[in-house]
Structure formats: C-alpha cells, structure tokens
C-alpha cells in the first residue's frame, strides 16, 4: 500500500511555454501533471482520467476556460473537481465571472511558483 499523497493536476494550456512553467512548478512541488492544449482535451481527459484538480487558462482557440469550467460542472463525472482558472485576464469583473461560471480559485498571470501551489492545495491538492 503506498502512503504518497501525490495528486494528479489536468493543465490545460495552449501556449508552450506556459504549459511548460506550470507542469515544472507542479512536478517540482510533488504533483503529477497531464497536459491538455485544448478545453475539449481537457474535458475528454477529465472524465477519462480524474484528475484531483484542474489549471486551466481562459483565452484559448475553440472552447474558453470559461466554457470548459461550465462543461466540468454540469457534468456528473467532473462536477466536484476543483477547478483553478490561470490567466492574464486580471480584471475584477474577469474574476467575478470565472467564479461564477463555476471556479474554485482565480489566479492572475504573472503568478510564482508559491501562488500556483498554494492554490492548488488551497482546493484540497
């Protein structure tokens, strides 16, 4: 019986470089990380594969974080995954609507390696 309390974290992040800072800062801190470039690769491997959390970006081509974040929650299989929206978009409004549409934490980019973390265990990472 293994007593790790290594959680899996479903990024979806369109931009290489993007997805690549998030993944080191999660794998560094303990998490396994699947990568999604797509808010419908996402949803697909949300149900296949139950992440623990899920990061995702807003501005993305085809489906936005926004819309994913409604597809998750309306969802029986997704719907009590946490979900942390991770954007430039640092608005109030922008916050308020991306807790509406059904995210957990909010987090503007540029973000540390501390805030990343500290919201994921903040949803129970």
């Known amino acids: 019986m293994s007593l790790t309390l290594m959680r899996t974290v479903l990024v979806v992040e369109d931009t290489p470089s993007e997805m690549e800072l998030l993944s080191h800062y999660l794998r560094e801190s303990g998490y396994t990380v699947i990568g999604a470039v797509s808010a419908k690769d996402a949803f697909n491997k949300a149900i296949e594969l139950k992440p623990d959390v899920i990061v995702t970006d807003v501005v ?33 409004i922008d916050k308020l609507w991306g807790m509406r549409q059904g995210a957990d934490v909010y987090i503007t980019k540029p973000f540390t390696r501390e805030e990343l973390v500290r919201a994921v265990r903040s949803v129970g990472g």
């Open 60 to 92: 993305m081509p085809g489906m936005s974080g926004y819309e994913l974040c409604r597809s998750l929650r309306k969802n029986p299989e997704t719907e009590k995954v946490p979900i942390i929206i991770c954007t430039s978009k640092g608005q109030e």
